[in-house]
């Protein structure tokens, strides 16, 4: 997800979201380590957006 399309989403979309990618981190982890992915790259971009969304909850509840 792109940074602007995190910024119109509203709070409950993002704790949903969040959830989704992490659940889709921890299965693409676990399906690299019993065998190899085709394009592991895909872990870095889905732990990458779980970072966005995360950054962009905590800035939304510190305001």
């Given at each position: ?58 800035n939304r509840e510190n305001q």
């Amino acid at each position: 997800m792109k940074k602007q399309e995190i910024k119109e989403l509203s709070v409950e979309e993002l704790k949903a979201k969040l959830g989704e990618f992490k659940k889709q981190h921890a299965d693409l982890k676990m399906a690299h380590f019993v065998t190899p992915l085709e394009n592991p790259l895909q872990i870095r971009k889905v732990r990458r957006t779980v970072a966005r969304l995360a950054t962009e909850l905590t800035n939304r509840e510190n305001q």
